[in-house]
């Protein structure tokens, strides 16, 4: 009886390091991930990374930022030197439509409108951009979008 006590001791401590590790693992992996750009991006145009935080478009809501990001998406089909995007963007809670008004598939990637900062947490603003050529502005994380026009 002591034996098993023992035991079922010693796997209840394994199991509870095993899990320590993986949760604390995983979040210094997310801290350190992308950390240095390659040569490709350092010679890339950066996108202007002082504008006001409050800063909008003449007759928008949506911030200056977003617009700089947006056009330099589209120049260059990847996020600007500093930044973290071009990933999928599932759309599982179908908040976007997915399909354009001929019928096909629309298929999204999501950028960050705000340049990394080591230390940090990316923050809840995004931009998604569509291969129907339509892009979304969220400011709470992916709950609600407004188009970008």
Do not use: C
């Not at 209840?12 to 210094?28: D, I, N, S």
């Amino acid at each position: 009886m002591q034996k098993n006590k023992i035991i079922s001791g010693l796997f209840l401590f394994a199991l509870m390091v095993t899990l320590a590790f993986t949760f604390f693992g995983k979040q210094q992996h997310q801290r350190t991930n992308s950390v240095a750009p390659s040569n490709h991006q350092a010679q890339q145009p950066s996108v202007k990374t002082q504008v006001s935080q409050t800063e909008t478009k003449q007759g928008s809501d949506i911030p200056q930022k977003v617009y700089e990001v947006l056009k330099y998406v589209k120049q260059h089909g990847e996020a600007p030197r500093g930044y973290v995007g071009g990933r999928e963007f599932k759309n599982r809670e179908h908040q976007l439509a997915s399909r354009s008004r001929s019928g096909s598939m629309i298929h999204y990637r999501e950028w960050d409108v705000n340049p990394k900062q080591e230390g940090h947490n990316r923050g809840r603003e995004r931009l998604v951009t569509g291969d129907d050529d339509r892009a979304w502005y969220s400011d709470d994380h992916y709950t609600t979008f407004r188009e970008v026009k």
